[in-house]
């Protein structure tokens, strides 16, 4: 029989090419955890390396604004994850993640992560590669939207700026 | 002895945390290629899994222009790597790489890579892993970029689509 947890798992990109034995693998070294409404999960800021995948309820991620408050800047739903920018590249939190109903997420600590790899489990490749996968995808398609939108009429005073960017992007941050 | 292309991979963040005898793996499964100055290397547009690390001589980052002719994105020094993005996730390459002088190249096949995984060497997973770390960091910088960018006086025109945006990468493209 499959639980909702593996089905949510089956689901979720990161776990794409993953043999049903080997998701088992991750879900033993998963956490379960609930959390009530209005609890904040992950805070801006802080730094934690833990990625979570939401099985039930729904998250908003929120950011803090210099005015003061907070803009919510999207809903997360199940299958959704999160944490996993921190997680294969430890730094601050760029927003925070607060439940919005009651919500049960699956918690993976890099120690665990990273003992699945170091006992020589394709699990462990297999995530790095699919999360390569879906940075690589978003970077591009950031780099389409700010190109786009630096060639259009009002686009100009950004555009020099933009140049010396992505020459930092090509060079300074390469591998 | 260490060779020079041992020394350049020793010193690539991309082989970060390997040990001497697993860099040795990578270089075996690794061609040297030689181009001539001038020489396209990888072409805009075309889609290619491969990744490469320039060990001799300099390349530059050429993109297209809408108005015709093409634009110098960088320069591209020994031990800097490209084709990275469509290594790990396949899509048309955003720019062409172009030799400018006599240049040495050490080129690793994506069929090569997968194969070092499912034999089970820790290798892919340690490249993999270091893959998520760089784009992640690339990720947080571009999104600090845009939105201190928004933020500023000229920036109100792209606030709207920038949130628009950023709801997408939070949702869409999730794992």
């Known amino acids: 029989m499959t639980t909702h947890a593996e089905s949510v798992l089956a689901d979720c990109p990161l776990f ?9 693998e991750i879900l033993a070294a998963m956490e379960r955890e609930t959390h009530a409404a209005g609890e904040l999960i992950l805070r801006e800021g802080r730094s934690i ?3 979570w ?14 005015s003061g408050g907070h803009q919510q800047l999207a ?15 430890p730094a601050p939190h760029s927003a ?3 439940t919005l109903t009651e919500v049960e997420v699956l918690r993976l600590s890099r120690e665990k992560y990273d003992q699945l790899a170091c006992d020589g489990s394709i699990v ?9 996968r879906v940075l690589a995808e978003r970077l591009r398609r950031m780099d389409e939207w700010v190109c786009e939108m630096v060639a259009r009429p009002g686009g100009e005073t950004h555009r020099d700026e933009w140049r010396e960017f992505q020459k930092k992007l090509y060079t ?3 591998f």
């Open 53 to 66: 995948i939401i099985t039930r309820g729904r998250c908003e991620v929120l950011k803090s604004m210099t």
């Open 16 to 24: 794409t090419g993953l043999e049903s034995a080997e998701r088992d």
């Open 172 to 174: 300074e941050w390469q």
């Open 49 to 51: 390396q833990i990625l």
């Open 124 to 132: 462990g490749y297999r995530m790095a590669s699919n999360a390569g």
């Open 75 to 89: 809903v997360l739903e199940p299958g959704a994850v999160f944490g996993e920018m921190s997680f294969f590249h």
């Open 96 to 98: 925070s993640i607060r």
